[in-house]
């Protein structure tokens, strides 16, 4: 049985590739009936999931080790061969919106892959490929550089992970300690981030102007495929959240600030829930991932199907090490049809967050990439596989005894309480990008005094205790998706808006829910966010109301839960 690490990576012949893709494409175009041209286009499609394998790998395995030169090459590689890829990507696009059969092809798939190949059109042009490389290898600096962070604290080399576990130390010193330091390492390399930001804001700028559009904005949202929404209704979003999110946050925060009896609510004081300290698992890495599989064997037969698999094939690298990429996330080998979950295990209840978050993004892709014959119909948009990934969080509380022991009632407490919390958080991150991209000429001193003044607005409670860095606006560099992903992390908040309306009906019928869960996770990206919805049987959160009930509703469960 094959493992992850032994998979084999080769670089292919990307200009074989070339030519055979285009005279698959010829095929595509000239078959004669839908049966064949059908057939061309699923064979075009695996076809190009087996070209595209070893990039996913050789990115995967230079995350798990940024010090590795060999995939470090490989990445820089691959950087350089996706933006050579512009001209074939525009061909394979006007062939597939121009198909003689695509009344047949809307009648069987839906109408999605031809709106995204329409906006994507809009984005394919060669003129971009020189920018899409410098953008790919700043990145590249960017985690390498963070990644590389280490200080001594406690006896012990701590990376930023390691200084997060110990800012939830019920020994208030300790966690005063160990956040000067973790936010001394961004304030150490804070030159570099922001020359790296710098040069990211004006190549995204470039770029947008390159191609005719107002605004890297504009470009942006047709990038992340936000077909069902723009910018206009993620301002009222946001403003939802300040109406409705922020005041339950601040009430949660100051029922925090009373029950570890503090005057005063310090950055490092929020993530202790308890004086006493946060409910923590025990247990190694093997044993973690032991009572993951007992947990989705007995939640159904298709999560212990799936989770079965990922430990069979080994797919997880989750302790954190040193030159290890920060963060977590979920990839995915279509090749083979397999998730990958990667993350940095720290010690805290976030561990088992992501043996249930990344995996409701793993399971998702499991099922999907089991039933949509094509690849880009079993990935769903953003928004939606965020809501996959936060219910599973949420689903999976009947077992968290498994990890917790006696504690996981207040791990369930401090699960739900965190996860309305960090909605305001979310929407800041939105709103920073937003100003950033309005005035992309701005300095950097200008950039920092942005974010502090949002920060009054969306995390009014936030006290950085005289930390000059952090205090004057220095807090948003330490999220990667600014760096990474531009615009991409409004999709958590909505998300989250479904992941709790879950959580609410499998409090009244859990089967019922599991039921819509399972639907949504099945239709992948057929379809569009807003239908996509629908078949969660999910409200619009872009909707007041929604704000409003789903807030209220989580509020209410809170208090009970506290009582």
């Known amino acids: 049985m094959w493992k992850f690490h032994d998979l084999p990576y080769a670089r292919p012949d990307v200009e074989a590739y070339k030519a055979e893709y285009l005279r698959r494409l010829e095929e595509l175009a000239a078959a004669p009936t839908y049966a ?39 990445k820089k590689f691959w950087n350089g061969v996706f933006p050579s890829m512009i001209p074939l990507d525009r061909k394979y696009m006007e062939t597939l919106v121009g198909l003689r059969f695509r009344d047949e092809f809307v009648a069987e798939f839906g109408d999605k892959m031809f709106r995204s190949a329409e906006a994507r059109l809009k984005l394919a042009d060669d003129r971009l490929a020189a920018a899409q490389v410098e953008q790919s290898n700043l990145v590249m600096e960017y985690s390498r550089l963070v990644a590389g962070c280490s200080v001594e604290f406690g006896g012990k080399s701590c990376n ?10 019920p020994d208030r010193a300790v966690r005063k300690a160990a956040f000067e330091a973790w936010a001394g390492m961004y304030e150490s390399i804070s030159d570099k981030l922001d020359e790296i930001y710098d040069k990211l804001v004006a190549l995204r700028v470039g770029m947008a102007e390159t191609i005719g559009f107002g605004s890297f904005t504009e470009m942006a949202y047709l990038q992340r495929g936000r077909f069902d929404y723009d910018a206009e209704d993620a301002a009222r979003f946001r403003a939802a959240v300040v109406k409705y999110i922020v005041p339950a946050a601040a009430k949660s925060f100051a029922a925090q600030k009373e029950r570890l009896g503090l005057d005063k609510l310090h950055y490092y004081d929020e993530p202790l829930f308890f004086a ?67 993350s940095n295990f720290n010690g805290t209840s976030a561990d088992v967050d992501v043996l249930t978050h990344e995996a409701g993004h793993a399971f998702q892709g499991y099922l999907s990439m089991r039933i949509m014959p094509l690849s880009a119909l079993a990935h769903a948009n953003m928004e939606i596989n965020e809501v996959h990934s936060m219910s599973m969080e949420h689903f999976a509380y009947p077992w968290m005894e498994k990890f917790f022991g006696d504690g996981a009632d207040d791990y369930r407490l401090c699960h739900l309480s965190d996860a309305l919390r960090t909605i305001p958080y979310l929407v800041a991150v939105d709103e920073f990008q937003h100003r950033v991209f309005a005035r992309p000429g701005m300095s950097r001193e200008e950039r920092y005094a ?28 330490q999220k990667q998706h600014i760096f990474m992903y531009p615009f991409y992390y409004i999709e958590y908040a909505l998300a989250q808006l479904g992941a709790f309306e879950f959580f609410i009906k499998a409090e009244e019928d859990r089967a019922a829910a599991w039921a819509d869960y399972l639907a949504l996770c099945r ?25 409003r009930t789903v807030t209220e509703k989580v509020s209410a469960k809170i208090d009970a839960m506290m009582a």
């Open 523 to 547: 239709a992948g990206g057929s379809v569009g966010y807003k239908a996509l919805l629908k078949i969660g049987g999910l409200h619009d959160p872009f909707e007041e109301e929604t704000v």
């Open 450 to 477: 942005i974010w502090h003044e949002i920060e009054q607005i969306y995390l009014p409670w936030r006290d950085y205790d005289g930390n000059e860095f952090l205090g004057k606006g220095g807090f948003w560099m």
């Open 160 to 169: 930023f992970y390691g200084l997060l576990k110990q800012m939830q130390n």
């Open 36 to 74: 064949e041209q059908r057939a061309a286009l699923l064979a075009l499609d695996e076809f190009d999931t087996k070209f595209s394998t070893p990039a996913r790998l050789a990115s995967i395995r230079y995350d798990i080790n940024t010090a590795d030169e060999f995939y470090g090459e490989e």
């Open 276 to 342: 006493d300290g946060n409910p923590a698992p025990s247990g190694s890495r093997e044993e973690m991932v032991r009572l993951a599989g007992e947990m989705y064997r007995e939640l159904s037969p298709e999560t212990g199907e799936f989770f079965d698999f990922m430990t069979a094939h080994d797919l997880f690298d989750l302790e954190t090490r040193p030159g290890k990429r920060m963060g977590g996330y979920c990839s995915s080998i279509s090749e083979y049809k397999a998730p990958f979950i990667f």
